[in-house]
């Protein structure tokens, strides 16, 4: 025998009874509440922050030129390049300051740039691709190639432009990583690391060998300089050579976000979303290695610029590579600029090689990172 159903009920202020529904009923009804607010987009926020960093770069590289020996100012920095650039400009700068401005410190100060952009840039994928928080761009071996073939021209007198040399080696130490990486089974990220690595160690002691085998007087000097990375020799070539690439293949990798993307959640999530991940996946390694051979080129090997800005930098944009990209490359160039400016200036009249300096920085910087997140955390 089912239960009868019950009725909550009350009466009136006139003795009445009232059940729940017509309580329900006589209640005055209650305004709907208000649709939840989706989330403000942090695009804007990126966006002043990216224009607030080309600001900055542009006011840091300006001030750049003004300092050293020769008293140069602003005035005459603006009105130099004004003229440069065809504007009708009256420039306040001597023959022997435009001489100083176009020959010596705006190509440095340009390669510099251009180069703390790279290795930036050149990072933040190399840590995307191999899902390792600890990559950096020299990890397939690419500094040590490159700094055997510039010690080769440097002391063996081989018949190479510097930048060529120091390119060539740094291609033929990706093309020995590959190869070994394919040995006995698929390339996977781990067996490409494991390579680089082992041609790292050989192209190393390649190297010094040729320094003890060969090096005299002054020589080791220059080495030395080259090895610790410098941009005391950089000019206008310095600058096509590091700009072009930049423009180029930097260029391919920022509009390689989407991919870089979905390569964050893993192989298997990449290939759901239509990716071809081994191909999409060398293509960009392999981007990566003429991009940072094209940097090391110039500069010789500068450490720490593509294994901690990449963190700092997505720790304020967020995992998105579409933000995070142009960020780390801005935040890159205006790092080096500052750093060279330090390392030709603090203690002149001598000069030292721009690795120090990031060293000096990056090394504090790096335990503060790790010291912040309790580890190098992946995101």
Same mark, same amino acid.
């Given at each position: ?49 990216? +224009?607030?960093?080309?600001?900055a770069l542009i006011a840091v590289c300006a001030i750049a030129v003004t300092i050293g020996p020769a008293d140069i100012s602003l005035a005459d920095v603006f009105s130099s390049v004004g003229r440069g650039l065809g504007l009708p400009v009256e420039s306040t700068a001597t023959p022997l300051t435009e001489a100083i401005i176009w020959q010596l410190r705006m190509?440095? &100060? ?100 040729? &320094? ?83 940097? +090391?080129?110039?500069?010789?090997? &500068? ?41 030709r200036t603090v203690f002149d009249p001598r000069e030292l090689p721009v690795g120090i300096i990031t060293a000096f920085i990056g090394v504090p910087a790096f335990v503060l990172l790790i010291t912040r997140r309790k580890g190098v955390a992946w995101a």
């Amino acid at each position: 025998m089912p239960w009868p159903r019950s009725s909550t009920s009350c009466r009136s202020s006139d003795g009445d009874p009232v059940t729940s529904s017509t309580a329900s009923a006589t209640r005055p009804p209650t305004s709907p509440r208000p649709a939840p607010r989706p989330p403000r987009s942090g695009g804007g926020r990126i966006a002043a922050i990216i +224009v607030g960093s080309l600001a900055a770069l542009i006011a840091v590289c300006a001030i750049a030129v003004t300092i050293g020996p020769a008293d140069i100012s602003l005035a005459d920095v603006f009105s130099s390049v004004g003229r440069g650039l065809g504007l009708p400009v009256e420039s306040t700068a001597t023959p022997l300051t435009e001489a100083i401005i176009w020959q010596l410190r705006m190509p440095r &100060i340009l390669t510099a740039a251009a180069v703390g952009a790279g290795l930036a840039l050149s990072g933040a994928v190399m840590q995307s691709v191999t899902r390792n928080p600890l990559a950096d761009p020299y990890l397939l071996g690419l500094s040590s190639g490159a700094s055997l073939g510039a010690v080769a021209v440097l002391i063996l007198g081989v018949g190479l432009a510097l930048p060529v040399a120091a390119f060539a080696g740094a291609l033929l130490a990706l093309i020995a990583t590959l190869t070994i990486a394919r040995i006995g089974g698929a390339v996977t990220p781990g067996r490409a690391v494991l390579a680089g690595l082992a041609i790292a160690q050989l192209a190393g002691a390649a190297t010094s060998f040729v &320094i003890f085998w060969s090096s005299q007087g002054d020589s080791y000097r220059e080495i030395l300089n080259w090895l610790l990375g410098s941009l005391a020799g950089s000019d206008w070539s310095s600058v096509a050579i590091s700009g072009v690439a930049l423009a180029v293949v930097g260029t391919a990798l920022v509009l390689a976000a989407p991919k870089l993307d979905a390569f964050t959640f893993g192989d298997t999530a990449a290939a759901s979303l239509g990716i071809s991940v081994n191909r999409t996946r060398w293509m960009l390694l392999t981007g990566v290695a003429l991009l940072t051979g094209a940097m +090391v080129s110039v500069s010789g090997s &500068i450490g720490f610029i593509g294994l901690i800005l990449p963190h700092l930098v997505r720790g304020l944009s967020g995992p998105g590579h579409r933000r995070m990209l142009p960020l780390v490359a801005i935040t890159g160039a205006l790092f080096l600029v500052v750093a060279d400016t330090i390392a030709r200036t603090v203690f002149d009249p001598r000069e030292l090689p721009v690795g120090i300096i990031t060293a000096f920085i990056g090394v504090p910087a790096f335990v503060l990172l790790i010291t912040r997140r309790k580890g190098v955390a992946w995101a």
